[in-house]
């Protein structure tokens, strides 16, 4: 197998190596993650020496973190993007590099993501929606037409955007919430609707 089918993980998520296993195309070599306990793991972020070339995915879900983390020790590592199988992706949109889509995931047309962004199971993404780096989208989330996410953003389970919305960089939103105005940076906001 070439070193583009071959993948390490940099922090376990479980649902994300079964949809890796399920996939014919990527080898899992394993995960790098210094908190969680398994037999994937095989190292952690300062300990871990690459005896191979291979790619890498940035899995944890807090976006400040990923960042942090992607800046101290993997800017000039390899990336690449990872579709689940029974995701949607619409041949119109366009991604960066490092992104995750997993099950479920409908993304329509003209939706552009930028880099090491995760989209959890069963969102959907909206014609026309563009979202920043570092993005994480929780499962359920739905974003309609149209919306613009900036960067280091946080999109809590089963929360809806609504459409031509604009959250800017670095904001949390809790799970649940409606957006139905715009959102300055650095908020955290919840509710129905989000304040």
Avoid: W
Wanted: charged share 25%; with cysteine.
């Amino acid at each position: 197998m070439s070193e583009n089918n071959k993948l390490i993980l940099v922090g376990l998520d479980n649902d994300l190596v079964d949809q890796i296993k399920l996939s014919k195309k990527i080898k899992l070599l394993g995960v790098l993650d210094i908190l969680q306990k398994s037999e994937m793991v095989i190292g952690n972020d300062e300990n871990f020496i690459e005896t191979q070339k291979c790619n890498y995915l940035l899995t944890l879900d807090d976006p400040k973190k990923k960042q942090v983390i992607y800046d101290k020790f993997y800017s000039k590592k390899k990336f690449i993007n990872f579709f689940s199988t029974s995701s949607y992706v619409s041949n119109e949109s366009k991604f960066g590099i490092g992104n995750i889509v997993q099950l479920g995931v409908n993304i329509m047309a003209n939706v552009k993501i930028g880099n090491h962004c995760k989209i959890n199971i069963d969102s959907s993404i909206h014609h026309d929606c563009i979202l920043g780096n570092f993005v994480t989208i929780a499962p359920g989330v739905r974003l309609l037409g149209n919306v613009k996410i900036g960067n280091n953003v946080f999109i809590g389970a089963n929360s809806t955007i609504l459409p031509g919305k604009k959250i800017e960089d670095n904001c949390i939103i809790g799970a649940c919430s409606l957006i139905n105005k715009d959102i300055q940076k650095n908020r955290k906001v919840f509710g129905v609707p989000a304040k």
